[in-house]
């Protein structure tokens, strides 16, 4: 099956390079999605009603929650625009969240020793509907969704970049969704596979992204990188060693505090019995802790908590890791929202650059 046209023009007309990577991080997608409404309503403003996030980035990378969000805002309808707006993302969790992490699944360790917390059959299902027979090669704009397959025992990443070195890699999104989304006691491991033309089958057995990469920020980059290596025509004259060609927005999806619980020398004294019944129970015990999270979350998706913090986020001042404490700081540049309007005036004069050299050339 064809792809479809890009949305994008080739970054070789232009000055830069952009990225856009979503976390993991199940209904919290709610938040990045928040983050995503306000960034299109912006580039609206600037270039017109039509104006949508797959038309300013070279590539989308998203990983479990995200590598759904990534589908759903690069997949084309029947008209070639994105199946769904940015502003459209949070209604789509509010909606469905209830359905998906449904109250009356089997809770705490019953669900560890019967099996997967969901049964994932909603989800499947809903995923199938929204993106039907779309492959990965159809999208508006590359995209790059990581996945672990257990068989293999080592990551699949499926990237537009690769559809054509690897045909098999060309499966539906639906399947790449459901298996970037199938978190290990959480949702069920999916099995597919996919045949390319000349009758050569490959099979995935795969769970959650997250196991490889969480933040699929690096996974994207590398694979435009070795794009620019391998003399990829859409990013000649382009030296891969200049990062400041890169510009990357990276959407998380709220982080735990970190409380610093051991040390590597208290960890240098432990033997097998103070590595269970220290951080390996602690690491079930935070596993849990996120499922507890999403059961929370899910009993309030209509009244909109999410939604709240995820509001307040955007009017929170503007924060940079300090390298020295690994802690976030204030920075004096404004709120969030402040640099997502940052944001949306230089991605609309890099896609008005793009348009003026290549009409030019």
């Not at 054509?164 to 199938?182: R, W």
């Not at 009758?199 to 980059?221: C, H, K, Q, R, S």
């Amino acid at each position: 099956m064809e792809g479809a046209k890009s949305s994008t023009l080739a970054p070789t007309y232009g000055n830069l390079i952009t990225v856009l990577s979503i976390d993991g991080g199940g209904i919290r997608g709610i938040i990045p999605g928040r983050m995503l409404g306000f960034l299109e309503t912006e580039l609206q403003k600037l270039d017109g009603e039509d104006a949508r996030i797959a038309d300013y980035f070279d590539v989308v990378a998203g990983t479990s929650t995200g590598g759904l969000v990534t589908a759903m805002l690069t997949a084309p309808d029947e008209n070639n625009r994105p199946i769904m707006n940015a502003n459209d993302i949070v209604d789509f969790y509010l909606e469905h969240c209830p359905k998906i992490f449904p109250q009356d699944s089997t809770n705490g360790v019953e669900a560890a020793i019967l099996g997967p917390k969901y049964d994932g059959k909603y989800l499947h299902e809903l995923i199938k509907e929204k993106l039907g027979d779309k492959l990965l090669n159809q999208t508006l704009t590359k995209v790059v969704i990581p996945t672990f397959d257990l068989k293999k025992f080592q990551p699949t990443i499926f990237s537009g970049y690769e559809v054509k070195n690897n045909p098999n890699l060309d499966a539906l999104l639906s399947d790449i969704c459901i298996a970037t989304s199938a978190a290990p006691t959480y949702l069920p491991a999916y099995y597919f596979k996919t045949e390319d033309s000349s009758g050569n089958v490959a099979e995935f057995n795969l769970i959650d992204g997250g196991v490889a990469a969480n933040n699929p920020t690096l996974v994207a980059m590398n694979e435009v990188t070795r794009n620019i290596v391998q003399g990829d025509p859409r990013y000649l004259h382009i030296n891969p060693r200049k990062s400041d060609r890169f510009l990357v927005i990276s959407l998380g999806t709220g982080s735990a505090k970190n409380e610093g619980k051991y040390t590597a020398e208290e960890a240098a004294k432990w033997g097998s019995l103070a590595w269970i019944f220290g951080p390996l129970l602690s690491i079930y015990s935070e596993a849990r802790r996120h499922i507890n999270f999403a059961n929370v979350f899910s009993r309030y998706c209509n009244r909109g908590k999410l939604v709240e913090f995820a509001e307040k986020l955007l009017n929170k001042p503007v924060s940079r890791v300090n390298l020295d404490t690994g802690v976030y700081e204030p920075t004096n540049q404004g709120t969030n929202a402040d640099a997502l309007k940052r944001m949306a005036q230089i991605l609309s004069k890099e896609k008005q650059l793009r348009y003026l050299r290549s009409a030019s050339t």
